[in-house]
C-alpha cells in the first residue's frame, strides 16, 4: 500500500479494498453509560487534500498539513476558524507537537525529509532527510526523539531533538505507515500496512522486539493514555482492532465502516472514532466492550482526526474535499444508580455516596426540596456529599449535576430524611390521704423521655373530677383541667414530675372519681401512642377511707 505522489490518485489502491457502505444507525447502549455522539457544527476550508490535524499541547491551536502543497494551515481550536497559514515543504501527511508544544515536525513525502517548526513564528527551522516516502509521525513523552516512518524505505528514523539529526535507522515491516510511542517512552509501535503487522520497537536498543499480526491494511493507530491498548484502523478489511500492549496480543477487533484509516481515542478513553475513508463516515466505538454505538456522516473522504484536551471540540480532515470537518463532541449527562445510605436525620449531616456514571466535574448535588450539598467531592463513578437538612422528614431525589446536564430522577436515587422522634412515657402515681373530715389524693405526674431524640418541649393534661377541689404547685388549673408544660431540654432517659392534689370532703363519701393525664403534645414528634396515657381510680368510703387502683 504505496503512497501515491499523485494528490487526485492518493489512496487509490487502498480503497479499491474497501467494503461497501456501511448503513448509518445508532446502536443500543450498553448496560453503562455510553458517550453522546459527536455532531458536525461546521465546515473549514483549508489548503487542498488535507491528511493530518495536530493539535497543540494546550489545545489552542491546530495544524492541517496539506498533502498537495506546503501550506499549513493553523486553526483557532477554540472557534474552529482559519487563524492563518505558512508554507513548509512541499507536501505533508503528518504533524506532531513536542510536549513544550514550542517546536513540531512535520513528514514531506515528495522531499523525503522531515521539517522542523518553530510554533511561535511558523517558521522552519530546520529540514531533516529521512526514509524514503516519510509519512507518520510522534515525538516521544520527554521531547528527545522524534520517529518518523518511511513507506517507502521500509523503515523508522530516530531523529535526535537537541541536532535534528537522524541517529538510528531502524527496519521494520513493509510499508509502515501510523507511528505510536509509549507514555513511558520506552516503545514505538508502527503499522506495517503491506506486513499486516504491528511492529513494536525497543527505543533502548532501537530494534524491532515484537511482530504482531493484525488486519489487512493496517494503517492508523491510537494509544491509550496509560499506554496498555493499542487500537488500529485497518483500511483493508473495515475493522479497528485493539492489541494489548502488555502481552502483545490483539483482544477484539470492531467492524467499522469502509476503509478506515485513522482511529483516535476521546481524552477521557471511553470511546473511540474510527474515520472511514470510503463512505465518509466517523465509527463511534464504546472502548469499554468494543461496540460501535453510533455512525456520524461526516466529509468526503475523512482522515486524520484530533480531539482537543477538553473533549468538546474535534477536527476531522476530509482529504477530497479540501476542508476540516469540525465535530461538537456533547458532554454525557450524569446517571445516579445509587444511594448510600438511604436516609438519615432531617436534620442534615449525612455523609452520602452517590454511585453512577459521569459525575467528573459535578457542579451540585442536590436532595430535592433540601436544596444542594454545601460541600462535595466526584470521581467519574461516585460522588461523596453532605446531606442538607430538610424542613421535614420524607423522601427526596438525589440529583448530580455536571457540565453535560442534571441526572434523571431514578428510584435507586431516592434519599429519605427521617424525621426527630421522641418518645414520651406518661405514668401517674396516686397516694391517698384520709382523715375524719376531710381528705385528699396526691398525684404525681411522671414523664420519661424514651428517645431516641430529645424532647424540646411537651404537654401533659388532666381533666380533674367535677366537684372536687384541685391544686397544683407546678401546673396550671383552669375550668376544671390541669395543664403541665415541660420545657425542654430532656434527654433521653431523664425524667421530670408534676403534681396536683385533689381534695375529698364529707359530702363526696361513696364516690369513685378517675383522673387520666395524657401527652396532647410534644416535639419532636412522638412516634409510640400506647404510652401516652396514665389513669388512676380512687374511691372514698366511710370515715373518709380513701383507696386507690
Request: aromatic residues 4%; proline residues 6%; charged residues 10%.
Amino acid at each position: 500500500m504505496r503512497i501515491s505522489r499523485s494528490p487526485s490518485r492518493v489512496w487509490t489502491a487502498v480503497v479499491a479494498t474497501g467494503a461497501a457502505t456501511a448503513a448509518l444507525l445508532v446502536q443500543p447502549g450498553a448496560a453503562w453509560a455510553v458517550a453522546p455522539a459527536p455532531v458536525v457544527t461546521s465546515t473549514v476550508t483549508v489548503a487542498p487534500y488535507p491528511a493530518g490535524v495536530a493539535l497543540a499541547p494546550d489545545g489552542s491551536r491546530a495544524y492541517v498539513t496539506s498533502q498537495s502543497s506546503g501550506t499549513v494551515t493553523v486553526l483557532d481550536a477554540a472557534t474552529g476558524a482559519v487563524s492563518g497559514a505558512f508554507t513548509a515543504g512541499s507536501g505533508s501527511y503528518a504533524a506532531a507537537w513536542a510536549p513544550d508544544g514550542q517546536h513540531a515536525y512535520l513528514t514531506h513525502h515528495l522531499d523525503n525529509a522531515v521539517s522542523v517548526l518553530d510554533t511561535a513564528s511558523n517558521t522552519v527551522t530546520a529540514t531533516v532527510p529521512v526514509g524514503a516516502e516519510p509519512f507518520g509521525v510522534a515525538v516521544a513523552p520527554d521531547g528527545a526523539h522524534v520517529y518518523v516512518s518511511g513507506a517507502g524505505a521500509n523503515t523508522v528514523s530516530v531523529l535526535d531533538t537537541a541536532s535534528n539529526t537522524v541517529t538510528a535507522t531502524v527496519p521494520v515491516g513493509a510499508e509502515p505507515h501510523g507511528v505510536a510511542v509509549s507514555p513511558d517512552g520506552a516503545h514505538v509501535y508502527v503499522a506495517a500496512s503491506a506486513a499486516q503487522t504491528v511492529d513494536v520497537i525497543d527505543t533502548a536498543s532501537n530494534t524491532v522486539s515484537a511482530s504482531v499480526p493484525i488486519g489487512h491494511g493496517v494503517f492508523g493507530l491510537a494509544l491509550s493514555s496509560d499506554g496498555t491498548r493499542l487500537w488500529t484502523a485497518n483500511g483493508g478489511d473495515d475493522t479497528v482492532s485493539v492489541l494489548d500492549t502488555t502481552g502483545n496480543t490483539v483482544v477484539g477487533t470492531v467492524s467499522v465502516g469502509a476503509n478506515p484509516f485513522s482511529v483516535a481515542l476521546s481524552p477521557d478513553g471511553k470511546s473511540a472514532y474510527a474515520s472511514n475513508y470510503t463512505d465518509g463516515t466517523l465509527s463511534v466505538i464504546a472502548t469499554a466492550d468494543r461496540t460501535v454505538t453510533a455512525t456520524v456522516p461526516v466529509g468526503t473522504n475523512p482522515y486524520a482526526l484530533a480531539v482537543t484536551p477538553d473533549g468538546r471540540r474535534g477536527y476531522l480532515a476530509d482529504f477530497a474535499s479540501g476542508a476540516v470537518t469540525v465535530l461538537g463532541f456533547p458532554l454525557p449527562v450524569p446517571v445516579v444508580t445509587a444511594v448510600t445510605p438511604a436516609s438519615g436525620p432531617q436534620a442534615g449531616g449525612t455523609t452520602v455516596t452517590v454511585t453512577g456514571t459521569d459525575l467528573a466535574g459535578a457542579t451540585a448535588v442536590s436532595f430535592g426540596a433540601a436544596g444542594n450539598a454545601a460541600t462535595f467531592s466526584c470521581t467519574e463513578t461516585s460522588c461523596t456529599a453532605k446531606a442538607p437538612a430538610a424542613s421535614a422528614g420524607g423522601a427526596v431525589d438525589v440529583r448530580v449535576t455536571t457540565p453535560g446536564g442534571t441526572s434523571a430522577v431514578v428510584p435507586a436515587g431516592r434519599f429519605t430524611y427521617i424525621a426527630p422522634t421522641a418518645d414520651l412515657a406518661v405514668t401517674l402515681g396516686a397516694n391517698p390521704v384520709g382523715g375524719l373530715l376531710s381528705g385528699r389524693v396526691d398525684y404525681t405526674l411522671t414523664v420519661t423521655n424514651q428517645g431516641p431524640e430529645t424532647v424540646t418541649s411537651a404537654t401533659v393534661t388532666a381533666d380533674l373530677p367535677s366537684g372536687l377541689t384541685s391544686s397544683s404547685t407546678d401546673c396550671t388549673i383552669a375550668a376544671g383541667k390541669l395543664t403541665c408544660a415541660i420545657a425542654g431540654p430532656l434527654a433521653k432517659g431523664a425524667s421530670v414530675t408534676r403534681h396536683v392534689t385533689v381534695y375529698v370532703g364529707l359530702l363526696n363519701l361513696g364516690r369513685t372519681f378517675t383522673v387520666t393525664a395524657a401527652r396532647t403534645a410534644s416535639a419532636p414528634t412522638d412516634p409510640v401512642a400506647t404510652n401516652d396515657r396514665a389513669s388512676r381510680t380512687c374511691t372514698a368510703t366511710l370515715a373518709l377511707l380513701i383507696s386507690c387502683s
